[in-house]
């Protein structure tokens, strides 16, 4: 082998030996994002802003939808709204079919549900409600 090929025999391992940068991270709506954690990420808003008594937590919760620590994904995951029965308040994996994500949105109206925008009193962040998206779209799994 001459010196050239043997020169450019080392650049090409040189530069396929993954010490060059990283390639870069997807982002963007198909970028895939990390599961929200029912216990760590989304019970603490549900905990500050809704399950409170006179709202979603007690002995007769409104709309009979606990959301108090330990009741919350039986009261949400696969099961029907009551003010639109042919949603589910959490569709696991579908968050943009589920009644409680177009609740926090203000959203409800659009199909055919109350269009109080919840929590009454004040409206999440958009992070606080892209937490609860991304748990949904996770699979809304119970880790309570």
């Not at 982002?27 to 216990?39: H, R």
């Not at 579908?94 to 949105?105: A, H, I, Q, V």
Request: hydrophobic residues 40%; charged residues 10%; positive net charge.
């Amino acid at each position: 082998m001459g010196r050239t090929s043997a020169l450019g025999l080392a650049l090409l391992l040189i530069g396929c030996d993954g010490g060059g940068a990283p390639p870069p991270t997807p982002t963007g709506p198909s970028a895939p994002v990390a599961p929200e954690s029912l216990s760590q990420a989304v019970q603490p808003i549900l905990t500050r802003t809704c399950a409170f008594s006179q709202c979603h937590s007690g002995p007769t919760p409104q709309e009979g939808m606990d959301l108090s620590a330990g009741r919350t994904h039986a009261s949400v995951v696969g099961v029907a709204s009551r003010q639109v029965p042919r949603l589910l308040r959490v569709d696991p994996a579908r968050p943009d079919s589920s009644y409680l994500l177009l609740k926090l949105r203000g959203m409800a109206g659009a199909v055919g549900g109350v269009g109080t925008q919840m929590p009454l009193g004040g409206a999440l962040t958009a992070a606080q409600i892209d937490s609860v998206r991304f748990w949904i779209a996770a699979g809304a799994q119970n880790n309570e």
